[in-house]
């Protein structure tokens, strides 16, 4: 009751910040997905109840340093016009006020759930640059491995069927975020050990990459054998959403194969652990 009393007071407190990151998540369609985000740390949380066992809620002293520290960078913020620092310290607020509330252990049970609400700082679009020149050299390389010509110059590239370019849209920066923020919920459910979570998220960052650059060029070659029939309206965005699903079932699938098979022993490990350190 206390804590959602003070959360409500903070969203309240700083409405403004909080009302501004919403409407990036509803005009930026590379941070839709950001509207799950709380629900999905709402589950994470409920689904670690059982290793909250025999754990009392106390005081954190140490948190009130941390919201300390995120109100000089809201301050910052707002002095420099820089939105990402107030983004950042209004998502730390949540954060420090649950963690001085519910105490050090509590909160290191659920230190991922906490950390899972800064998925929905809207932040990556300097990315975007470098992602549209990595999309193009995969682009062209397939092109060149089926044996069809291709100029390029920047992100203008002719074949000899039509011309194109490889658009901010055509970065796959909502891909590659959405793949890590998804895929961080997944490794942190499905692995239990450090090294199958490094593989895996360092595989949410090689697939979406790797991915769109394949999606690029089936894109193109769909339209130079269609002779720019199809991929070209709004299918172009259809099939690019369908490819991406495809690509989350893949990575999931393979994720699969070298989870932690032992969950069972696992949970009733840790609950004894956390039953016996009361």
Same mark, same amino acid.
């Given at each position: 009751m206390?804590?959602?009393?003070?959360?409500?007071?903070?969203?309240?407190?700083?409405?403004?910040?909080?009302?501004?990151?919403?409407?990036?998540?509803?005009?930026?369609?590379?941070?839709?997905?950001c509207? #799950?985000?709380? @629900?999905?740390?709402l589950?994470?949380? /409920? =689904?670690?109840?059982?290793?909250?066992?025999?754990?009392?809620? %106390? $005081?954190?002293?140490?948190?009130?340093?941390?919201?300390v520290?995120?109100?000089?960078?809201?301050?910052?913020?707002?002095?420099?016009?820089?939105?990402?620092?107030q983004?950042l310290a209004?998502?730390?607020?949540?954060?420090?006020?649950?963690?001085l509330?519910?105490?050090?252990r509590?909160?290191?049970?659920?230190?991922?759930?906490l950390?899972?609400?800064?998925?929905?700082?809207?932040e990556?679009e300097?990315?975007?640059?470098?992602?549209?020149?990595?999309?193009?050299?995969?682009?062209?390389?397939?092109?060149?491995?089926s044996?069809?010509?291709?100029?390029?110059e920047?992100?203008? #590239?002719?074949? @000899?069927?039509?011309?194109?370019?490889? /658009? =901010?849209?055509c970065?796959?920066?909502?891909?590659?975020?959405? %793949? $890590?923020s998804?895929?961080?919920?997944?490794a942190?459910?499905?692995?239990?050990?450090?090294?199958?979570?490094v593989?895996?998220?360092?595989?949410?960052?090689?697939?979406?990459?790797i991915?769109?650059?394949?999606?690029a060029?089936?894109?193109?070659?769909?339209?130079?054998?269609s002779?720019?029939?199809?991929?070209?309206g709004?299918?172009?965005?259809?099939?690019?959403?369908?490819f991406?699903?495809?690509?989350?079932?893949?990575?999931?699938?393979?994720?699969n194969?070298?989870?932690?098979?032992?969950?069972?022993l696992?949970?009733?490990?840790?609950?004894?652990?956390?039953?016996?350190?009361?």
């Amino acid at each position: 009751m206390v804590i959602g009393l003070s959360l409500a007071v903070v969203i309240a407190t700083y409405f403004a910040t909080f009302a501004d990151m919403v409407l990036i998540w509803w005009n930026s369609s590379t941070f839709n997905h950001c509207f #799950l985000i709380v @629900p999905i740390a709402l589950y994470l949380i /409920a =689904e670690s109840r059982a290793r909250l066992v025999g754990m009392r809620p %106390t $005081v954190a002293p140490l948190a009130l340093l941390f919201l300390v520290s995120n109100g000089l960078l809201w301050s910052i913020g707002l002095l420099l016009g820089i939105a990402f620092f107030q983004h950042l310290a209004v998502v730390g607020f949540l954060i420090g006020v649950s963690w001085l509330l519910i105490g050090p252990r509590v909160a290191w049970a659920l230190w991922f759930p906490l950390f899972y609400f800064y998925f929905g700082v809207p932040e990556g679009e300097f990315l975007v640059p470098y992602l549209q020149d990595w999309t193009a050299k995969v682009l062209v390389t397939m092109l060149r491995i089926s044996n069809i010509p291709v100029f390029i110059e920047g992100r203008y #590239l002719s074949i @000899p069927s039509g011309n194109f370019v490889v /658009a =901010e849209a055509c970065s796959g920066i909502n891909y590659l975020i959405a %793949t $890590v923020s998804v895929g961080s919920m997944y490794a942190y459910l499905r692995f239990h050990t450090i090294w199958r979570r490094v593989v895996f998220m360092l595989l949410t960052v090689a697939v979406p990459l790797i991915a769109n650059g394949l999606r690029a060029y089936g894109i193109v070659m769909i339209a130079h054998l269609s002779q720019y029939k199809y991929a070209m309206g709004i299918d172009h965005y259809i099939y690019g959403w369908l490819f991406f699903g495809v690509v989350i079932f893949i990575l999931f699938a393979v994720g699969n194969t070298f989870s932690d098979k032992n969950d069972a022993l696992y949970e009733k490990t840790s609950i004894h652990w956390v039953r016996s350190d009361k």
